[in-house]
C-alpha cells in the first residue's frame, strides 16, 4: 500500500474536481468542506472524464397534492459527468440515476494540509496481471 501526494487541500477547487496521476492512473479528487474523496478518473456510462466534472447539491423531487416539487438538497453533493451528466454522490461514489453504477473510489486522507491519495497492493496487482497477457491462470489439464 502506498500514499502519494498529490495536492495542498487549499490547492483544490470547491466547484469541480481535480485530476492527478497516480502510478500512472488518472484519478479525480474533489472537495466537499473540509472532507476529500477521489475516484478513478472513469465515468461508468461511457468512460467520460468524470474528475473533471462540476460538483453541486443534488435535486431532489417530491409529489405533494399532486404536485412536483423539485429543490436543492444541500446535504449531498454530486459530481456531474461532463459528457452526458451523470450524476454520481461525490462522498459514496453511488449514481443518483441507478444505484448500481458506481465510480471506482481510493481512499484520500489530508496530512498536515497535504492531500494524499493511497493505492493499495491490490490494485497494483490488478494492474500487473492486466500488462502481463501472458500471465494468465493455469488450465485444467484436458480443458480446450
Avoid at 459530481?79 to 459514496?92: I, L, Q, S
Wanted: hydrophobic share 40%; aromatic share 6%.
Amino acid at each position: 500500500m502506498g500514499e502519494h501526494r498529490v495536492a495542498h487541500i487549499d490547492d483544490l477547487p470547491v466547484d469541480r474536481g481535480l485530476i492527478v496521476e497516480v502510478d500512472g492512473r488518472q484519478v479525480g479528487v474533489f472537495r466537499v468542506g473540509d472532507e476529500v474523496h477521489a475516484f478513478l478518473n472513469v465515468c461508468p456510462h461511457q468512460g467520460g472524464p468524470v474528475g473533471s466534472g462540476g460538483l453541486f447539491p443534488a435535486i431532489r423531487g417530491e409529489v405533494r397534492n399532486r404536485r412536483l416539487r423539485e429543490f436543492h438538497d444541500p446535504d449531498t453533493t454530486v459530481v456531474a459527468c461532463p459528457w452526458h451528466g451523470w450524476e454520481f454522490d461525490v462522498r459514496t461514489g453511488t449514481c443518483l440515476a441507478d444505484p448500481s453504477r458506481r465510480l471506482r473510489p481510493y481512499r484520500a486522507l489530508v496530512r498536515d494540509g497535504e492531500v494524499l491519495i493511497v493505492v493499495a497492493d491490490r490494485d497494483a496487482a490488478i494492474e500487473t496481471r492486466a500488462a502481463t497477457p501472458d500471465l494468465q491462470p493455469p488450465t485444467e489439464k484436458g480443458a480446450a
